[in-house]
């Protein structure tokens, strides 16, 4: 079956206390991205990975970073979260070049205190 | 800023009827439009995918592109309950996305 992964699915932290979400895929997809979802703000993008070793910005990369050391993972780190980082985080994959290919991740939800 | 506008709703349609959902974009050169699908709690799902100025039907899903006026719909016709969900617009390669409309569709 073809999927997205994440874990932890809910996590409750404190401030300044590094964290890191997986994400994995199954599809041999080249580009993986994540997002972060708040009320009346929809999606938006943090990070993203055409291939392995290659990751760009997104829209609101402050506060975080990504690796994509494999083709399958691409792992989100907050180095030192703030309640602002507070929200839902999704990981999506798709075929470089094909964006009707996307798939979601079931989504983080993330409570910074 | 490259922006994705959505009415944010709710939009509240009776069973049966043509659901219809807008969303505009900025960015004059944009090529790619995508509509998902996201129920409560759940990530969204790719439901429509439109390229080139027109329409776009998928039974009962009709996307609609008009480049000129950078605006991009999505008719759901005979709407059901299950259609209840937020709708969201994306936009381009890199996915730029609308803040979605919440649809209720009533029985």
């Known amino acids: 079956e073809a999927q997205v992964t994440q874990n932890p699915r809910y996590l409750i932290t404190v401030t300044g206390k590094k964290l890191t979400v997986t994400c994995s895929q199954n599809m041999n997809h080249e580009y993986m991205s994540w997002y972060r979802q708040d009320p009346g703000l929809g999606l938006r993008q943090i990070y993203y990975s055409m291939n392995v070793e290659v990751t760009d910005k997104g829209d609101v990369p402050e506060g975080y970073k990504v690796s994509r050391k494999e083709k399958r993972n691409f792992p989100l780190i907050l180095e030192s979260p703030s309640p602002n980082q507070t929200s839902l985080y999704f990981c999506a994959s798709r075929d470089r070049g094909r964006q009707e290919t996307q798939y979601f991740g079931p989504g983080t939800r993330l409570l910074v205190l | ?107």
């Open chain 2, 1 to 107: 800023q490259k922006e994705v506008e959505q009415n944010s709703g709710p939009l509240s349609v009776p069973e049966g009827a043509i659901a219809s959902l807008n969303c505009t974009y900025s960015d004059r050169g944009s090529q790619s439009f995508f509509w998902y699908r996201q129920y409560s709690g759940k990530s969204p799902e790719l439901i429509m995918f439109i390229y080139s100025n027109g329409d776009k039907e998928d039974g009962r899903f009709t996307a609609q592109l008009n480049k000129a006026s950078q605006y991009v719909s999505l008719l759901i016709r005979d709407s059901q309950p299950s259609d209840s969900a937020t709708y969201l617009c994306a936009v381009d390669n890199h996915m730029r996305f609308g803040a979605g409309t919440r649809l209720t569709v009533k029985p």
